[in-house]
């Protein structure tokens, strides 16, 4: 078996745990050779040598100098793939932007040497996190020194947009002086609605209440307190939008949320809205968007992030008149730059120094017996916290999630870290950025202020399997699927391994059974004859393929829960049969 780094230390000292969240790894100050990977692997290390960091795009002063001091820098920039993969094999570590695709090929041709990549920024798509992984290499970013940057940016958009600062600039450098033309409206008393509410989203909140705006946000996960604390109330998705005066978008680009903003979101905006996106460019449909504009829905918008970047010469949407565009700027100031540099050499030189981040957006290597028997519990684990946080109402706030374990083994010989930490990852990546594992679990939580109580109960039986079922449950907040609040008043779900697969077992006070693959219709209905029939035959005309059914009830001829695994994604028309059935009182559609 090939040595991971950041595993084969704490196995050979203790082979029979499962390794820490917070271990602290001697990584080799320099490594010289590995064997290949399939064979058993050995490692030349010379002690006196400084590892090799390459940043291959450029870095603030402050971040190279804390690199120097600790590792020899090698600084070369606009690197081909070709050279890229030629330089890697001689460096420990790599630190790029958002310009350099670090790609499986880099990592192969790293052979073994590379132990880690930070990414000097958020946002991860140019790095190949399942290549990374399996080559044994930490990925790290920097997500916390361009907030008050991006909120900065944000806050001049509104500002700039509502007092047509830009256009009015280049008519008065194009010879003119269009005072009536560019007759601007005031931020003071207007509603801005803040779509996503986190580092950023809440900074940009606080600067909008000191220009005597009206703040209200929307965000399925954000705490209700949090908000109050700053005067904003926490709303509805379909109440940000349909009484804000501004708004801006601070959400992250997820499945949930591309193209959120889109013909039918604009239709049920204000009259004269105007929009400012500092976040992804994909959550607007770029295309709606024009339309909104050219009919007047959309008085206005300031974009400073694009679906494809840099965006055409031609695009549309960048020559619209009532357009104010930016590259890209969020983070682009000198201090940001600075703070960036500085958090992404400290993630870096820590890595190399045995450290795991809590930057870490990738997991380290698991011992293999350990992921071997929890596996098929690893995925029920993330799997519950995706079906119980998409229950959730929005604007409710997830704050405390209790986790049962039922097993017949003692707590000592059954370690549920990596299952709490899937199930952290199921309740935060649908609704956000973050990348959630083994490594950066507790801290992401603890960051947004979940708190997971654990409890197991002790059954009687053979210890040979280590769990008999999981269940979570979410405290004080309302569901979309009324039927998943149980006797207790949470939402609550369980999942069971049968025959190796995940299965969902309970939702609510309601028992199914029903496979956890692909995706997951849930109905009530009143009990009676020719239901599944019904359900069925609606999804088979509309070519959707059903892999499971079960029906959970009270008792014979009362209320009933019927749950549908589903292949495809229905759509919102065949969903909507569904629901006109006259005896399916609610139904909800989950994304697993």
Known sequence: ??????????????????????????????????????????????????????????????????????????????????????????????????????????????????????????????????????????????????????????????????????????????????????????????????????????????RAKGLGMHVIAHDPYAPADRAHAIGVDLVSFEEAISTADFISLHMPLTPATSKILNDE??????????????????????????????????????????????????????????????????????????????????????????????????????????????????VVAEKLGRLA???????SGVKSVKVTYASARAPDDLDTRLLRAMIIKGLIEPISSAFVNLVNADFTAKQRGLRIAEERILLDGSPENPLEYIQVQIANVESKFASAISETGEVKVEGRVKDGKPHLTRVGSFNVDVSLEGSLILCRQVDQPGMIGKVGSILGSENVNVSFMSVGRIAPRKHAVMAIGVDEEPKKETLKKIGDIPAVEEFVFLKL
């Open 1 to 206: 078996m090939a040595a991971h780094l950041l595993s084969a230390p704490s196995l050979k000292s203790n082979p029979t745990k499962t390794p820490s969240l917070s271990w602290r790894l001697p990584l080799p100050a320099s490594l010289t050779s590995v064997a290949p990977r399939g064979r058993r692997s050995f490692v030349v290390m010379a002690m006196d040598a400084k590892p090799t960091v390459l940043v291959a795009e450029k870095l603030g002063a402050a971040g190279l100098d804390l690199l120097k001091n600790f590792a020899n820098v090698d600084c070369s920039y606009n690197l081909t793939q070709e050279e890229l993969c030629t330089k890697i094999s001689l460096c420990d570590a790599l630190i790029v932007r958002s310009g350099t695709k670090v790609s499986r090929e880099v990592f192969e041709s790293s052979g073994g040497r590379l132990k880690v990549v930070g990414r000097a920024g958020v946002g991860i798509d140019n790095v190949d996190l399942s290549a990374a992984t399996e080559h044994g290499c930490l990925v790290v970013n920097a997500p916390t020194a361009n907030t008050v940057a991006a909120a900065e940016h944000g806050i001049a958009l509104i500002t700039a947009m509502a007092r047509n600062v830009a256009q009015a600039d280049a008519s008065v450098k194009a010879g003119k002086w269009q005072r009536n033309k560019y007759v601007g409206v005031s931020l003071v008393g207007k509603t801005l609605a803040v779509m996503g509410f986190g580092k950023v989203g809440s900074e940009v909140a606080r």
């Open 265 to 378: 979101s604009f239709a049920k905006m204000k009259k004269g809205v105007r929009i400012v996106n500092v976040a992804r460019g994909g959550v607007i449909d770029e295309d709606a968007l024009v339309r909104a504009l050219d009919a007047g829905i959309v008085a206005q918008a300031a974009l400073d992030v694009f679906t494809e970047e840099p965006p055409a010469k031609d695009n549309k949407l960048v020559l619209h008149e009532n357009v104010t565009a930016t590259p890209h700027l969020g983070a682009s100031t000198t201090e940001a730059q600075e703070g960036v540099a500085i958090e992404i050499a400290e993630a870096v030189v820590g890595a190399l120094k045995g450290e795991l981040a809590a930057t870490a957006v990738n997991a380290p290597m698991v011992p293999a017996e350990v992921l071997s028997e929890l596996a098929p519990f690893v």
């Open 389 to 395: 946080v998409q229950l959730v109402a929005g604007g």
